[in-house]
């Protein structure tokens, strides 16, 4: 295949490093620090992780000479796996994994899980070499080897995941994912030190949503990419508005959990309107509320003569919505209680008048004032 010549200079970009990862592996050092508590939940969490709760901070120095342990050292098989939604920077977390093992010893060898944790439980995976991995250096998407959705929570699919790792003789497994992804991450290595088993897990934070951080963890990979791509349409949107001056344009963003995307694009663009769900959430607001805030903001800019404007809203806010989530809740508890009268109802009016007669009276004055589709949405 031929390169293009942006292709070509993609490829020799060579993504920046932290010092103590720079030098020669063998002088790279660990240094436990203090033991982690979590933000909220500790004894919840304790018992749940009654093993792996509290692990000490591991830092990482660069030492004058060899580091301990390192001339005794060993080749590794480490295994990696891609999970959920793509984010740009997810190949390069593999190609720096296969430049590290070689660097360490070139015994080693990473293997790669095929569609996702589902390969993990199906012991469907590759070896990724050097050759393989130069194709998709400084690339986006997950495509070297896929991604998936499946969540490793039952007793057989971590019993399955086990014995992969065992039949692969894993010394570690790191797991690419967003908050979802490395819950399983903390499960798996639950599992593992009850079993004995000798393996470590590594998470490593991936969602362009920006919700998977703390105090050592200052963004997650794929989120600036992402903000900058969305702002950068934004304002062709934006300027497209400004040229006419006749529209108003409501961009929904991706965010159903936060809206940490919604906000960096409002800072980045300044557009007319930014909903942010926690805010939303905080004072309580009504739909009509919601509604009516962006509806002053229309009707001033109208008064002054601009007809147009930007308005950014996150996917998720519906379920902020303090009265949308108490309908949500009912709409799931009579539908889960009556799946099989419901599947006698055969038109959206039968259904329909038989929900609002199922309803609280709130619940059943909000549904009412959807407008249809959305009625057939949440049903």
């Not at 990482?60 to 390192?70: E, I």
């Not at 390069?92 to 060898?109: C, E, F, P, Q, Y």
């Not at 499946?150 to 790191?174: G, H, N, R």
Request: overall charge negative.
């Amino acid at each position: 295949m031929t390169k293009s010549p942006l292709q070509r200079a993609r490829h020799e970009y060579s993504p920046k490093l932290p010092p103590a990862l720079s030098g020669e592996i063998q002088s790279v050092a660990v240094q436990l620090g203090e033991p982690t508590e979590s933000v909220s939940d500790q004894a919840e969490l304790r018992q749940l992780f009654p093993r792996t709760y509290g692990k000490p901070v591991a830092g990482f120095t660069l030492t004058n000479g060899a580091a301990v342990g390192a001339t005794t050292s060993r080749p590794k098989r480490v295994g990696v796996v891609l999970s959920g939604g793509q984010a740009p920077g997810g190949h390069n977390v593999i190609a720096g994994l296969v430049d590290a093992l070689a660097r360490t010893d070139k015994g080693s060898r990473l293997i790669g899980f095929l569609a996702g944790p589902g390969g993990i439980v199906d012991n469907k995976a590759i070896e990724i070499t050097p050759q393989f991995v130069d194709e998709y250096r400084n690339t986006g998407g997950f495509d070297m080897i896929g991604s998936g959705r499946t969540k490793i929570e039952t007793d057989e699919q971590l019993a399955a995941a086990l014995q992969t790792c065992t039949a692969q003789k894993l010394d570690a497994l790191v797991v690419i994912g967003g908050d979802d992804s490395n819950t399983n991450a903390a499960l798996l290595a639950e599992y593992f030190v009850s079993h004995d088993a000798g393996v470590q897990v590594i998470g490593v934070p991936k969602t362009i949503d920006g919700d998977l951080k703390n105090a050592m963890v200052e963004v997650s990979f794929g989120f600036d990419t992402a903000t900058k791509t969305y702002s950068e349409l934004i304002g062709n949107i934006g300027r497209d508005a400004w040229s006419a001056r006749k529209y108003w344009h409501f961009i929904k963003l991706m965010g159903r959990s936060a809206s940490h995307i919604a906000l960096e694009c409002a800072l980045q663009t300044q557009p007319n309107v930014c909903i942010i769900s926690e805010e939303v959430a905080a004072r309580q607001q009504t739909l009509h509320a919601v509604v009516d805030q962006i509806v002053s903001v229309v009707k001033s800019r109208s008064e002054n003569g601009d007809d147009y404007g930007i308005a950014l809203v996150p996917e998720g806010l519906i379920e902020f919505i303090p009265e949308m989530r108490s309908l949500i809740r009912e709409l799931n508890t009579i539908l889960a209680d009556n799946a099989r009268h419901f599947a006698t109802l055969h038109t959206f009016e039968d259904q329909s008048a038989w929900v609002n007669k199922n309803l609280s009276r709130d619940c059943s004055y909000i549904f009412r004032s959807l407008p249809n589709e959305i009625q057939r949405q949440l049903l």
